[in-house]
């Protein structure tokens, strides 16, 4: 089965600043996607940005990138430019292709804090 | 586009009683998950459908929890007897049908159920 790790519970960041999560998994599957989501307060989780692992190019959504190593099994996202509207919890996700196993397999989640 | 709507937002409720949570997923997305979210952790799936159809429900625990999705729309989600270890916040995403294309989940925004 396959596992998502988040080993930093929580970090900190001050505005303007750069900040880099991490998150690794685990799979014995060549094709799959991978999804970092923000969860505010409001507790609605909201997509940040995606990544195809067949594609080799890292994804980046304005002031968000990915750096994804497929051999490593690791994707970080990384902030920049961090704003206090980035405060939340942030989860890393891993979906299998598999028609019968294409749930969302989600992290322990690391709390960021922006400090003024 | 609306989103992904759930209710009741929060639920406090007795231990032994029973609780139903409703969802409506956006409009055309045949495919409906239910999650829960112990609080500090990542949302564990519960039940997926694939329009009124269950894929998954290999992690619901079927003495207490039942699921349906008729007509293929609207969910509900029903606990009976509820357990102190059931309070978290439930969560229900859908998403279009997966044909191998990059495809997200979108989410509501979560009940949160609190038994005493």
């Known amino acids: 089965a396959q596992t998502v790790t988040q080993s930093q519970p929580e970090m900190s960041v001050q505005e303007a600043e750069t900040v880099t999560l991490s998150c690794t998994y685990d799979t014995s599957e060549s094709d799959y996607y991978l999804f970092w989501y923000k969860q505010p307060p409001s507790r609605q989780m909201i997509l940040v940005i995606r990544q195809e692992a067949y594609k080799q190019q890292n994804a980046t959504e304005n002031r968000f990138s990915v750096n994804f190593q497929k051999a490593a099994k690791s994707f970080s996202l990384k902030i920049s430019d961090s704003q206090l509207g980035d405060a939340a919890m942030y989860f890393c996700a891993y979906r299998s292709p598999d028609y019968n196993n294409n749930d969302m397999r989600f992290g322990a989640g690391t709390r960021l804090t922006v400090k003024p | ?116």
């Open chain 2, 1 to 116: 586009e609306a989103g992904v709507a759930q209710s009741p937002r929060y639920k406090i409720i007795e231990k032994r009683q029973s609780v139903a949570f409703w969802c409506n997923p956006i409009s055309g997305h045949a495919t409906l998950y239910w999650y829960q979210q112990i609080l500090g952790q990542g949302p564990k799936l519960l039940i997926q459908f694939q329009n009124n159809g269950v894929v998954d429900d290999s992690q619901l625990p079927k003495d207490r929890f039942s699921a349906e999705r008729l007509k293929g729309v609207d969910s509900t989600l029903k606990i009976q007897p509820a357990k102190l270890e059931d309070s978290a916040v439930y969560l229900c995403a859908s998403s279009l049908r997966w044909e191998g294309a990059l495809t997200e989940a979108f989410f509501g925004q979560g009940t949160r159920l609190t038994v005493v």
